[in-house]
T-cell receptor
């Protein structure tokens, strides 16, 4: 099946620093990618929808200046958590929708962010 | 009432048992996904369904569009099947996925 990769798989950083997470679709093109956040024992929460070549659409309550999204190519989207704080510690998951026509959505393995 | 309801919330089974996880939804959908999330967190897409039935190895997924219901079955369950199983639906043709709260499955040897 189609594969979505994320890098890094886990990251620990100091408060105030910025962290970039990459999401790649490895064997298909994705004009649309999604970024989710998941807190312990909770379901995935959509943060934003990333469209190749245009600005991301953020869900209500998600700060676009704090969570910068860049979808520069059909196989790569990045999420940058700027000036990270301990409350940003979470599991971040990306997902990519196959543009070929199947419309199927595939999920990455996730990135665990810990902000000290 | 949540738009996507899963049952049971928690399920413990003995190795070899046949397992069924249910998903009911209240909106019109274009597709339904079954996802598997292991304790480490990574999510695996198991099935995407818009009608009928799909089978992959020991996993079978069915959907009844009229009844707005889907089931995920695991035959000959194994401890490595222990995970959280999540049902997610896509409302309309391009809507964002709506997730169920998941069913935590534990298969004992």
């Amino acid at each position: 099946g189609a594969v979505v990769s994320q890098h890094p798989s886990r990251v620990i950083c100091k408060s105030g620093t910025s962290v970039k997470i990459e999401c790649r679709s490895l064997d298909f093109q994705a004009t649309t990618m999604f970024w989710y956040r998941q807190f312990p024992k909770q379901s995935l929460m959509l943060m934003a929808t990333s469209n190749e070549g245009s600005k991301a659409t953020y869900e209500q309550g998600v700060e676009k200046d704090k969570f910068l999204i860049n979808h520069a190519s059909l196989t790569l989207s990045t999420l940058t958590v700027t000036s990270a704080h301990p409350e940003d510690s979470s599991f971040y998951i990306c997902s990519a929708r196959d543009s070929s026509g199947s419309n199927e959505q595939f999920f990455g393995p996730g990135t665990r962010l810990t902000v000290l | 009432k949540n738009e996507v309801e899963q049952s049971p919330q928690n399920l413990t089974a003995q190795e070899g048992e046949f397992i069924t996880i249910n998903c009911s939804y209240s909106v019109g959908i274009s597709a339904l996904h079954w996802l598997q999330q292991h304790p480490g967190g990574g999510i695996v897409s198991l099935f995407m369904l818009s009608s009928g039935k799909k089978k992959h190895g020991r996993l079978i997924a069915t959907i009844n569009i009229q009844e707005k219901h889907s089931s995920l079955h695991i035959t000959a369950s194994h401890p490595r099947d222990s995970a959280v199983y999540i049902c997610a639906v896509r409302p309309g043709s391009q809507g964002n996925l709506i997730f169920g709260k998941g069913t935590k499955l534990s298969v004992k040897p």
